[in-house]
Nanobody, 123 residues
Framework: QVQLVESGGGLVQAGGSLRLSCAAV????????VGWFRQAPGMEREFVAG????????AYANSVKGRFTISRDNGKNTVYLQMNSLKPEDTAVYYC????????????????WGQGTQVTVSS
């Protein structure tokens, strides 16, 4: 069993930055790939970024490439999502999730989910 807790969301102006954290609790937490997803009101949940359990390979949605950076610190069992040059269309609830598969965009492949953190970008 793996528990995930997100933090770091908030309100920011367009062009600003936020860093989200996803803290994992569980004996096998470091064995899972982690993905960040987001869901805006009335929209489907979409894949944002993913990181391999080793912290090496990463994957990004085209909409965030060059602006967002995912990383992980297995010593702290924490995955980060650094978000720069934020746009109003980035406004959503952001979730982290754990999967045995790296970089998959299908949310059904993720076994454990956090509760989400709200990110609001004002224009």
């Amino acid at each position: 069993q793996v528990q995930l807790v997100e933090s770091g969301g908030g309100l920011v102006q367009a062009g600003g930055s936020l860093r989200l954290s996803c803290a994992a609790v569980g004996r096998t937490a470091s064995s899972y790939a982690v993905g960040w997803f987001r869901q805006a009101p009335g929209m489907e949940r979409e894949f944002v970024a993913g990181v391999h359990w080793t912290g090496g390979p990463t994957a990004y949605a085209n909409s965030v490439k060059g602006r967002f950076t995912i990383s992980r610190d297995n010593g702290k069992n924490t995955v980060y999502l650094q978000m720069n040059s934020l746009k109003p269309e980035d406004t959503a609830v952001y979730y982290c999730a754990a999967s045995l598969l790296f970089g998959v965009s299908d949310s059904n492949k993720y076994k454990f989910w956090g509760q989400g953190t709200q990110v609001t970008v004002s224009s």
